[in-house]
């Protein structure tokens, strides 16, 4: 089945400790995307590539890095920088970033984070 | 600024009355527009999109959408709710700005249907 898939579905993160959350596509998308959702609150943006080994920050890039050495993959690290990293994180692709149809975003279905 | 607004934070109906979803939105130009819907604990799922084409868009599972340029509005429909519409829906705005193309999210309107 083509997706994208997000792990783990739920972590719990230390003070002080840096946690990486893994997104995996296999459809052949070159962007991939990170957001962040808090409650009552629509999807902010935290980092995103428009194609491998490039990526930019979003809105909400402090406290957070990410790499793209594959196309399939694009793990965020939420670090210890980050000080109110409970949230809801989302990982979406798409064929490109171009503002036509082959925009459209999909989702994985998401990592809930904890502080313990 | 770009911005997109849903007027209601929940709405409650019955199963097999019509659904109404309101968004209106701000833009500069004539902006793609998108329905979400997100199940308790899911990632989102696209319900339908506006690319300049046709003003009424049909999606998924019955839900359509106008798009009104003269009300700046894109608001959602559908004609008779059922069980398994309850969830959370999410207007979207796409927008180029800063050298890419972004989306901005309204902040959600959560759905209950009662039987």
């Known amino acids: 089945d083509g997706g994208i898939t997000q792990s783990p579905k739920y972590l719990f993160r230390k003070e002080g400790q840096n946690v990486t959350l893994s997104c995996e596509q296999n459809l052949n998308h070159d962007a991939m995307y990170w957001y962040r959702q808090d409650p009552g609150q629509g999807l902010r943006l935290i980092y995103y590539s428009q194609i491998v080994n490039d990526f930019q920050k979003g809105d909400i890039a402090e406290g957070y890095s990410v790499s793209r050495e594959k196309k399939e993959s694009f793990p965020l690290t939420v670090t210890s920088a980050q000080k109110n990293p409970t949230a809801f994180y989302l990982c979406?692709?798409?064929?490109?970033?171009?503002?036509?149809?082959?925009?459209?975003?999909?989702f994985g279905a998401g990592t809930r984070l904890s502080v313990l | 600024a770009q911005s997109v607004t849903q007027l209601d934070s929940h709405v409650s109906v019955s199963e097999g009355t019509p659904v109404l979803l309101r968004c209106n939105y701000s833009s500069s130009y004539s902006p793609s527009l998108f329905w979400y819907v997100q199940h308790p604990n899911k990632g989102l799922q696209l319900l339908l999109k506006?690319?300049?084409?046709?003003?009424l868009v049909k999606g998924i599972n019955g839900f359509e959408a106008e798009f009104k340029k003269s009300e700046t509005s894109f608001h959602l429909t559908k004609p008779s709710a059922h069980m398994s519409d309850a969830a959370e829906y999410f207007c979207?705005?796409?927008?180029?700005?800063?050298?890419?193309?972004?989306?901005?999210f309204g902040a959600g309107t959560r759905l209950a249907v009662h039987p």
């Open positions: 979406a692709s798409s064929i490109d970033n171009s503002g036509g149809a082959k925009n459209i975003q999909y």
């Open positions: 506006y690319t300049s084409a046709a003003t």
């Open positions: 979207v705005v796409r927008l180029f700005s800063g050298g890419y193309n972004k989306l901005i």
